[in-house]
């Protein structure tokens, strides 16, 4: 069976690929999107409402989008915009001290500390491998389905693209994601994408889901299982889009640093 997380990604491409054959992009049998599927979908509803015709979802679902994609942030409010983040990286710290009050330090995401880290560490990896135009980030909270997702989403170089960059070659792009995740650095930079430890502290040590989607590439893992994925042109990310999915209430963990070091 495949993933919840991986069929929100595929949902998205499915979108993407039929309105690229008619010129429409066709939301109506939208039911919900979550941040795995909004974040991509809401770039290409940007780049494209005014080249393609548009059949919006059901109003409740419109309404959530249009929500998410201001950029105002009301307190109390249970829907939470998507954050974009400066092309600048001198400008960051004022953007990641509005992400830790909008989402209250990180309460419902695994508490400061593990927030906290997991932002930095993705932000960080972001400014310093993807050369990128356009990156976003947004979590939610979903308390019903007894989840919380947090996503970021970048259209720079790709992971297999900056390990070409620096001679770093792989028979497939998802062994790419997959030498990433493990720690492998870039030949000359010799620094890693800052990815694995944070895979440790939500997957092992929260019990969460990771999907990271990156060109042709992607890659799902929970605390049992691996799944590698040749996504072909179909499913194919310009850009790289890392959504975790972690249990809601989340677990509490005693020391993050015992998924972290080492």
């Not at 890659?219 to 809601?248: C, F, M, W």
Request: hydrophobic content about 35%; charged content about 20%; aromatic content about 12%.
């Amino acid at each position: 069976m495949i993933p919840e997380i991986v069929q929100e990604y595929v949902k998205f491409c499915k979108i993407r690929e039929k309105s690229k054959t008619t010129d429409i992009i066709d939301l109506s049998s939208g039911s919900w999107f979550y941040p795995t599927s909004l974040l991509p979908l809401t770039n290409f509803l940007r780049d494209n409402v005014g080249s393609m015709d548009y059949i919006p979802p059901p109003a409740n679902v419109s309404n959530y989008i249009s929500i998410i994609m201001e950029r105002s942030f009301l307190e109390g409010s249970t829907y939470v915009p998507i954050t974009n983040l400066p092309k600048n990286e001198s400008e960051i710290k004022d953007v990641i001290n509005n992400l830790q009050t909008i989402y209250n330090n990180g309460k419902d995401y695994g508490g400061a500390n593990c927030f906290n880290y997991l932002i930095g560490e993705l932000i960080d990896n972001v400014y310093e491998h993807s050369e990128f135009s356009t990156a976003r980030v947004m979590a939610q909270k979903y308390i019903n389905k007894r989840f919380v997702e947090i996503s970021i989403l970048d259209d720079g170089i790709s992971i297999p693209g900056c390990f070409e960059k620096h001679d770093a070659l792989f028979s497939d792009d998802y062994i790419a994601i997959a030498s990433a995740i493990n720690g492998k650095s870039t030949k000359d930079e010799g620094r890693g994408f800052g990815l694995g430890s944070s895979v440790k502290l939500y997957v092992d040590g929260l019990g969460g889901e990771l999907l990271l989607v990156s060109r042709n590439g992607a890659l799902y893992k929970n605390r049992d299982t691996e799944l590698n994925y040749n996504t072909g042109i179909a499913y194919q990310l310009h850009g790289t889009l890392i959504s975790v999915r972690v249990p809601y209430p989340v677990p509490q963990i005693d020391n993050m640093y015992d998924y972290i070091d080492g």
